[in-house]
């Protein structure tokens, strides 16, 4: 099978292009950062563009893929190829790029990439005659899931985004849908998955983990939130799974084959038993836990949004990302239960695993900076 990962230089597309290769499929990597495990796999495309547009390194995102200092004959080298040129030929493709951190600037790139770099997948594929799409959503489309029960929402759950990236995931999903309609012979996958982590990973979660394995962690509130969080490979996994099995219709939709997934591993943790379990992996399981108001770490996000505002940095400390941490975000995949799939690693290994690359060894390598 002929397989196209837009996004493949990424933390999860890198993992996924992985696993996709030792099955044995043919694998394109169409993104606009080189992806420096498969080099060699790497097309430079960008989803913004119309599916039959083409060009030369264009200025505005030299630095995105070359490093400091490379010389113009070097970027001239590295054309941008259009969507139909990527994905010609493609069986499957994947779409996992996406606009993600919290202070994207200018904020008009959250809608550029995540709804209209959708709608030009969805023409390229209507071009070509690639009638299957997988597409990675997320749970931000559920907001902080006030709903929530101690059963966790699940595909169900009200709709209820609260920032750009949850709303124009949501919108970008609407794209597929209506792709959909258009032939009775599409078939389109929505994954929703939880925050992600693993090893190489730059993200928020890394930067928590990083903060208790300093052993200066303040808790921020009482610690009884839960978080549903996935490990990497489980994803990586299940995304694999998506592409080589027929699977279950889950809503109704006109035209073609709908199925839609949270992917959250299990079980989910609260911040404490988090905390405790890392300070565990660690070899300190005696450590104990301060607790720092809620009312007094937001006031503190909000000094950094301004210093942010007024020096035009970005910091790892802001209001909303406090506002995240403390909220019960706990979700589940109803939908999954309806497969086999099996997640590869356990919830705790993976983590144990994360902490003991990082932390343990101190592995130094390429990292991937992602949310």
């Known amino acids: 099978m002929t397989i196209t990962v837009i996004g493949g230089s990424g933390f999860v597309g890198t993992r996924l ?27 430079r495309c960008d989803v913004r ?16 893929v070359m490093a400091p200092g490379a010389d113009e004959i070097a970027k001239k080298a590295m054309p941008m190829h259009s969507l139909l040129d990527v994905l010609k030929g493609s069986d499957v493709v994947i779409n996992l790029a996406a606009e993600h951190r919290d202070d994207v600037t200018p904020k008009s790139l959250y809608d550029e990439v995540n709804v209209q770099g ?20 997320s749970v931000a489309v559920y907001g902080f899931a006030p709903g929530a029960t101690l059963a966790g929402t699940d595909e169900s759950g009200e709709i209820n985004y609260f920032n750009d990236y949850g709303r124009t995931k949501y919108f970008a ?25 693993g090893e190489q990973n730059r993200g928020n979660v890394y930067n ?48 073609g084959r709908l199925s839609l997934f949270n992917y ?21 399981p005696k450590t104990k836990l301060f607790h720092f108001p809620y009312w007094l770490a937001y006031c503190g996000g909000l000094c950094f949004d301004l210093l942010a505002f007024i020096t035009r940095k970005k910091f790892t400390i802001s209001s909303i990302r406090i506002k995240k941490f403390t909220q019960n975000t706990y979700f589940v995949g109803s939908n999954i239960k309806k497969t086999d799939f099996v997640a590869p690693v356990s919830l705790e290994d993976g983590l144990r695993k994360t902490i003991d690359y990082e932390f343990v060894q101190k592995i130094q390598g390429h990292t991937f900076s992602c949310e």
């Open 173 to 197: 999903e609407g794209k597929y849908r209506d792709w959909l309609k258009t032939d009775s012979e599409n078939s389109v996958t929505i994954i929703r998955p939880t925050v992600i982590f």
């Open 49 to 64: 563009n119309a599916p039959s547009e083409s060009s030369e390194f264009p200025a505005s995102l030299t630095d995105e």
């Open 118 to 137: 959708s709608e030009n997948v969805c023409k390229a594929c209507t071009e070509l005659g690639i009638h299957k799409i997988i597409f990675t959503s």
């Open 208 to 255: 928590l983990l990083r903060q208790i394995a300093s052993g200066r962690f303040p808790m921020v509130g009482k610690g009884t939130n839960r978080k549903s969080m996935n490990y990497v490979e489980n994803v990586a996994a299940f995304i694999q799974y998506c592409v080589e099995h027929c699977l279950p219709i889950t809503e109704q939709a006109d035209g």
């Open 264 to 284: 959250c591993d299990e079980p989910a943790y609260d911040m404490n038993h988090l905390v405790l379990d890392v300070y565990r992996f660690l070899g300190r």
């Open 17 to 43: 292009v992985k696993r996709l290769l030792e099955a044995g499929h043919t694998v394109r990597i169409a993104d606009k950062r080189k992806s420096v495990t498969y080099p060699e796999l790497w097309v």
